[in-house]
């Protein structure tokens, strides 16, 4: 079939499909291409201690925990390359390899677009489900909070700018710049297509500025966004830290159906 052009786009032929960056619709795809920037974020991280038994009952194989704290970060998106302004809450805590490798595994993730609902899912394998995420200032304090259904699953506080503190201290707890996901997707016949743990830094990551201070963290249940299985069981610091970074390609560390024993490896 001929080579069909309108509104000045080229229909895409079998080597455009199979290529890496490929997303439909074609003509107006919603998959933003790699590398893309995010500019004046403003984040508010919460480090809290939970309970080691529940966030093992989250965490696939095989990964181990390698602690018993918890971090919950509410971005406030100022300028996204693609996306535009939105809001994002990410909740994880640190786990391991057998190997020796760690990162932050990432059991819930929430946040305002269908772009990045539909690109974290896709590429990365972010278990990622639509929220209002916010980050607000009200006088002496900065209050983040992540509404799903009418709930705030999230409530978060912190003291506004009292001291503040070199950016390295985000990391004293884990490494969440390395940020591992589950990636479940099937065929349409229901065999699995990809079942891996995936893994991302972000790059050129430049903080502008960043304080610390006492947080409290507030958790209530929904079933459909259920960070309530990740209880309270002491606060312990937060932070307020504004970047710029970018998003880049990530690797595969372990895939379950090409790693995973034979035993373990049945098909539907």
């Known amino acids: 079939m001929k080579d069909v052009k309108r509104h000045g786009l080229r229909r895409p032929d079998l080597q455009d499909i199979v290529a890496g960056g490929f997303s439909t619709p074609w003509d107006a795809p919603t998959i933003p291409t790699f590398p893309f920037e ?3 974020v403003e984040v508010m991280t919460l480090f809290y201690r939970s309970d080691p038994d529940a966030m093992s009952f989250l965490l696939p194989e095989p990964l181990r925990l390698t602690g018993d704290v918890v971090a919950i970060h509410l971005y406030r998106m100022n300028d996204t390359d693609w996306v535009g302004p939105y809001g994002e809450a990410n909740v994880m805590f640190g786990a391991a390899l057998p ?14 677009t269908e772009v990045g609902v539909a690109h974290g899912r896709e590429i990365h394998g972010q278990p990622k489900k639509l929220a209002d995420v916010r980050l607000d200032f009200r006088g002496d304090l900065i ?6 259904n009418g709930i705030d699953i999230v409530t978060a506080t912190l003291p506004y700018k009292q001291r503040q503190c070199d950016p390295a201290e985000l990391s004293a707890h884990f490494d969440f710049a390395t940020n591992i996901n589950l990636k479940a997707i099937d065929h349409i016949d229901g065999r699995p297509a990809i079942r891996q743990l995936t893994s991302r830094r972000l790059t050129d990551l430049r903080v502008h500025e960043c304080w610390v201070g006492p947080c409290s963290v507030e958790l209530r249940a929904n079933v459909q966004a259920p960070v309530f299985r990740l209880p309270v069981v002491e606060p312990l610091v937060g932070y307020y830290w504004r970047a710029d970074f970018k998003l880049v390609r990530g690797t595969v560390i372990y895939d379950y159906l090409a790693d995973a024993p034979p035993s373990q490896n049945h098909p539907v």
Do not use: C, K
């Open 38 to 40: 995010f500019r004046n």
């Open 143 to 148: 209050v983040g909070t992540t509404q799903r």
């Open 99 to 112: 190997d020796g490798r760690t990162g932050a595994y990432s059991p819930y993730f929430f946040l305002s």
